[in-house]
């Protein structure tokens, strides 16, 4: 691995450029153990409370994580790496709840039609059981926690982390705006009804490896679900007017 000494000015945004050509040349991978603070500030020829300064921000974007009395190292699991960036960029500019479902539906109308097109006979299988088990759980909360892990598995099938790994952040950051948004949309019989059959029509598009009808399926589900989000966001929009 390669560090060079560097000027004091723009440390962080320098430490972080030469750990991603570290990163881009395959020197540093996930999982990989970062060098000491000593080592890094010799190597980068600033000081160790500088180096301390720009691992922790490093660590507060998700890229590094501190291993208590281990030392630091590049994430592995990005998961959620992405949400709290997501999450500020939102408040910053005065985000609304539609917005992000807008975010998603895009998203998810792509990991549909990506799913048709790489899912094994395996995923689909895991897909109708989930399907099946939404249908015969007769508690709503456990009910939206199966509908959240149908639409990760889909995601996950796309075989595109990217939009694994944002449209997680996506669906976490609006299901932190809305609380308990899947409990509350599937308390209601007619739309536990209609979700169940949006989500037959989605696997059998994915079954079918039809990727146009899966993209079809999963956009008339979320627009069914905008709906929702819409009344929402008039609700958040009249709170805040009387607040003001």
């Keep these: 691995?390669?560090?060079?000494?560097?000027?004091?000015?723009?440390?962080?945004?320098?430490?972080?450029?030469?750990?991603?050509?570290?990163?881009?040349?395959?020197?540093?991978?996930?999982?990989?153990?970062?060098?000491?603070?000593?080592?890094?500030s010799e190597q980068l020829g600033v000081s160790r409370a500088t180096v301390r300064e720009a691992i922790r921000a490093l660590e507060m974007i998700g890229l590094v994580h501190c291993r208590q009395g281990e030392g630091n190292f590049i994430t592995e699991d990005f998961d959620n790496t992405l949400t709290q960036p997501l999450s500020i960029m939102f408040w910053l500019n005065d985000g609304k709840v539609t917005e992000i479902h807008e975010l998603r539906r895009s998203l998810e109308t792509e990991a549909a039609k990506l799913a048709a097109l790489h899912a094994t006979k395996e995923d689909i299988l895991r897909l109708e059981e989930i399907c099946a088990a939404i249908e015969s759980e007769p508690n709503e909360a456990k009910s939206a926690e199966l509908d959240k892990k149908l639409h990760d598995s889909i995601a996950l099938y796309s075989r595109n982390k990217l939009i694994k790994d944002v449209l997680?952040?996506?669906?976490?950051?609006?299901?932190?705006?809305?609380?308990?948004?899947?409990?509350?949309?599937?308390?209601?019989?007619?739309s536990a009804s209609a979700i169940n059959k949006q989500h037959r029509d989605i696997v059998a598009s994915i079954r079918k490896h039809d990727p146009d009808a899966a993209a079809r399926a999963m956009l008339t589900h979320m627009s069914f679900i905008e709906d929702f989000v819409t009344e929402v966001q008039k609700a958040i929009d009249i709170k805040n007017t009387e607040e003001d």
Excluded at 10 to 37: A, C, F
């Design 168 to 190: 997680n952040s996506a669906s976490t950051l609006i299901e932190e705006l809305i609380k308990d948004m899947r409990t509350l949309i599937l308390m209601e019989e007619v």
């Design 1 to 40: 691995m390669m560090y060079t000494e560097i000027p004091q000015k723009k440390v962080y945004l320098q430490i972080l450029e030469q750990i991603k050509n570290n990163i881009v040349t395959k020197q540093l991978k996930s999982g990989d153990r970062l060098p000491s603070e000593r080592q890094l």
